[in-house]
T-cell receptor, first 116, second 114 residues
Framework: AQSVTQLGSHVSVSEGALVLLRCNYS??????LFWYVQYPNQGLQLLLK??????LVKGINGFEAEFKKSETSFHLTKPSAHMSDAAEYFC??????????????FGKGTRLSVIA | DAGVIQSPRHEVTEMGQEVTLRCKPI?????LFWYRQTMMRGLELLIY????????DSGMPEDRFSAKMPNASFSTLKIQPSEPRDSAVYFC????????????FGPGTRLTVL
């Protein structure tokens, strides 16, 4: 079964600094990988996803993530943090098409705080 | 499209009462998911439907929880009787059959059981 580990339940960065949120996954087949963002009092929304092809994936709001199979990682980065990036970020994995319609498995989330 | 719609947004009830949460998925989406989010356990999948049929309800915590999807545009999650430990934010999400794994979430229902 798939699983996701997000290192650090809370990350704090200064405005303008690099954002790095870590995600490691476990999957027995080539995975589909996702990052979702949750702003206060809202539902989750898709930030970016990797299915096949290019391993560096660009998403909304300047975020990107790189799929590294050898490291079983899918870390989320943004070169320069903005105050509006403060939110909860969730990494998720599924087995994609190899095992049919498998639901997403979410990590426990990382809360990002941005300091002015 | 208005997105996934959930009601009510907030619900406060007393222990032992019945609670019904409602969800309207995005039109044309064939999959519907119910999640529960708490500080302690994070985001948990409770149940999901494909074309109105429940596919996997292994995440439903106990028999007090039940979910239905009578048609493609409506689903309910019912808790009877409710308990304080059911207090959480409940999310509904939907996705298209063709791109199954991209889920669109509703704003959630914040349930407080006193």
């Amino acid at each position: 079964a798939q699983s996701v580990t997000q290192l650090g339940s809370h990350v704090s960065v200064s405005e303008g600094a690099l954002v790095l949120l870590r995600c490691n996954y476990s999957s027995s087949v080539p995975p589909y990988l996702f990052w979702y963002v949750q702003y206060p009092n809202q539902g989750l929304q898709l930030l970016l996803k990797y299915t096949t092809g290019a391993t560096l994936v660009k998403g909304i709001n300047g975020f990107e993530a790189e799929f590294k199979k050898s490291e079983t990682s899918f870390h989320l980065t943004k070169p320069s943090a903005h105050m509006s990036d403060a939110a909860e970020y969730f990494c998720a994995v599924s087995d994609g098409p190899m095992s049919g319609n498998t639901p997403l498995v979410f990590g426990k989330g990382t809360r990002l705080s941005v300091i002015a | 499209d208005a997105g996934v719609i959930q009601s009510p947004r907030h619900e406060v009830t007393e222990m032992g009462q019945e609670v019904t949460l409602r969800c309207k998925p995005i039109s044309g989406h064939d999959y519907l998911f119910w999640y529960r989010q708490t500080m302690m356990r994070g985001l948990e999948l409770l149940i999901y439907f494909n074309n109105n049929v429940p596919i996997d309800d292994s995440g439903m915590p106990e028999d007090r929880f039940s979910a239905k999807m009578p048609n493609a545009s409506f689903s309910t999650l019912k808790i009877q009787p409710s308990e304080p430990r059911d207090s959480a934010v409940y999310f509904c999400a939907s996705s298209q059959d063709r791109d199954y794994n991209e889920q669109f979430f509703g704003p959630g229902t914040r349930l407080t059981v006193l």
